[in-house]
């Protein structure tokens, strides 16, 4: 089996895992299931992964490196306003949400259902979301340096609060069925990110 090959099995694996994960659970996605779905023998699957636990830490660590990867592309896309830019990346991402019908995040899925089973599960969920919520930082430095947003208020702590903001009105969308959460989360960042 030669490198390339490795890398698309186990992309693969990871990928099926993934979208089964947001419908069905850690928890609820046997192996089973996603040896059948992925079209893969058992031995293939323990060759990348020792243990269905190792899955789910490597299944984190690939989304949220794309989930930071696609924020961070985004937040640079552009040289203009970082306050308003952070605000267009929240905005975009409900509509986002709204067209494919709450189909669901890995992290707010999995977020509760794994930390008190699986402390590599919980560890890779922290390193993801202090990953996120540092680029987030980075960007309300920079709307600081340009002037947007007030020199008084910390970065960090208004990152960490857009963030878990965000990640509570997913959750309650999730429950509702019903964009209005992640409307209102704008709206509340809105407020906190007003300009000078």
Same mark, same amino acid.
Request: aromatic share 6%; hydrophobic share 45%; proline share 6%.
């Given at each position: 089996m030669n490198k390339t090959t490795r890398f698309d099995t186990r992309e693969h694996i990871l990928n099926t895992g993934e979208q089964l994960c947001v419908q069905s659970g850690f928890n609820g996605t046997g192996l089973i299931e996603l040896l059948k779905k992925a079209e893969v023998p058992k031995g293939s699957f323990y060759y990348y992964f020792p243990s269905k636990e190792a899955f789910g830490v @490597?299944?984190?660590e690939r989304y949220f @490196?794309?989930?930071?990867q696609n924020l961070s592309a985004f937040l640079a896309e552009h040289q203009g306003d970082a306050r308003q830019r952070v605000l267009e990346y929240y905005q975009q991402s409900c509509s986002w949400w709204q067209e494919h %019908?709450?189909?669901?995040?890995?992290s707010v899925k999995l977020s509760a259902e794994v930390c008190d089973l699986s402390e590599e599960m919980?560890?890779?969920? @922290?390193a993801g979301s202090a990953a996120l919520i540092g680029e987030l930082t980075s960007a309300l430095e920079k709307a %600081?340096?340009?002037?947007?947003?007030?020199? @008084?208020?910390s970065a960090a702590s208004t990152a960490e609060t857009l963030y878990m903001l965000w990640l509570g009105a997913s959750l309650q969308c999730k429950i509702?069925?019903?964009s209005?959460?992640?409307?209102?989360a704008v709206q509340q960042m809105t407020r906190i990110l007003q300009a000078i």
């Open positions: @490597a299944m984190l @490196a794309r989930y930071v %019908q709450f189909a669901g995040c890995l919980r560890n890779a969920l @922290a %600081q340096q340009q002037e947007k947003l007030s020199p @008084a208020v509702r069925r019903d209005a959460p992640l409307q209102i």
